[in-house]
C-alpha cells in the first residue's frame, strides 16, 4: 500500500471527529468539474463522503454539518472500464432544524441528492478513480440523479440528470460524448434558446425539456398566458434532435395544436 492511500485509510479510521470525508485534488484548470486522477479504496467509497471542491465541513452558515453518502453502484461498464456512481445527502449549516441524513427529518429528505461523484473502477486493485463530481456551492439548488451510459445514433453518451430545484423542474443536466478513451463535453444549452424563438407568438414553455437520448426526441408542453402552471393549453411541441459537432441542435420541430 502507498504512503497516500495509507494516510487516507488512517484519516478514515481514526479521524472521524474531524472531517469525515475522503480528500480530492483540485479541479483540472480547463474544464470545469472535472478533477485531476485520484484513486481511493471502492469499500470507502460506498460509505464515505469526499472533501468536495466547492464546500466543506466547517462554522460558516454555507459550510456543511452533515454528509453521507445517499446511493452508491454500477452503471455502466465501456471498453473493460466500470463506472460507480454515489449520490451524496449534504445539510448545510443555515438549513433549519437539527435533522441529520441518517434520519427521517426533512432536512434528510430534501438534502438526499445534493451532490454526485462518478468513478472508474480498477478490477487490478479493487479501487476506482474519480471522474466528475458536482457539488453545488448553492446546497439545494440542484437535484442529482443517478448517471447513465447510452448507446445513441451519435455515439456513446454519458448523461449526468441534473435538475434545477422547483415546480419547473428546469433541466440543467451535462453530457459528454466518447471521443477515443475520452468524454468530451456536448454543449447542450444553445438548441433551448433556438426552440424558444421558435415557439408561436402568445405561447411559452414553463417546464423543463428532456431529450429522450435513445430516441433524439424532446415534448414540450406549451402554455398560454394565463394557463396554470400544472394544465398548459397552448399545445405540445414535438422536437427531433441530433448532435453535430459536440452541440444539440433541431433536426425538426412540430407544433401540435392542443386538441
Known amino acids: 500500500m502507498d504512503n497516500g492511500r495509507l494516510v487516507i485509510l488512517v484519516a478514515v479510521l481514526v479521524g472521524q471527529a474531524t472531517a469525515q470525508s475522503l480528500p480530492i485534488n483540485q479541479r483540472a484548470p480547463s474544464t470545469p468539474g472535472i ?7 471502492m469499500t470507502l467509497l460506498r460509505n464515505q463522503c469526499l472533501e468536495f471542491t466547492e464546500v466543506k465541513h466547517g462554522d460558516k452558515p454555507g459550510d456543511l454539518r452533515d454528509c453521507r453518502v445517499t446511493e452508491f453502484g454500477e452503471f455502466g461498464s465501456i471498453d473493460g472500464q466500470t463506472y460507480y456512481y454515489a449520490l451524496y445527502c449534504l445539510i ?109 407568438a402568445g405561447l411559452e414553455i414553463r417546464k423543463g425539456v428532456w431529450p429522450n437520448l435513445q430516441t433524439m426526441t424532446a415534448v414540450a408542453g406549451l402554455y398560454r398566458s394565463a394557463d396554470a402552471n400544472c394544465c398548459p393549453t397552448g399545445g405540445t411541441a414535438r422536437i427531433a434532435l441530433a448532435i453535430r459537432s459536440r452541440h444539440f441542435v433541431i433536426n425538426s420541430l412540430v407544433i401540435e395544436e392542443a386538441q
Open 92 to 200: 448545510p449549516n443555515y438549513a433549519p432544524g437539527k435533522g441529520k441524513c441518517n434520519d427521517d427529518s426533512l432536512n434528510a429528505r430534501y438534502h438526499r441528492e445534493r451532490g454526485l461523484a462518478i468513478f472508474v473502477g480498477h478490477a487490478s486493485n479493487g479501487n476506482a478513480s474519480l471522474l466528475f463530481e458536482r457539488v453545488n456551492g448553492e446546497i439545494g439548488s440542484l437535484r442529482y440523479s443517478r448517471p447513465q451510459i447510452i448507446n445513441a445514433a451519435a455515439g456513446t453518451l454519458l448523461y449526468l440528470p441534473i435538475a434545477i430545484e422547483g415546480t419547473g423542474n428546469e433541466n440543467a443536466s451535462e453530457y459528454f460524448l466518447r471521443d477515443g478513451s475520452a468524454w468530451e463535453p456536448v454543449e447542450a444549452v444553445e438548441w433551448f434558446q433556438g426552440l424558444l424563438r421558435r415557439i408561436p
Open 35 to 41: 478533477v485531476a486522477r485520484r484513486e481511493f479504496p
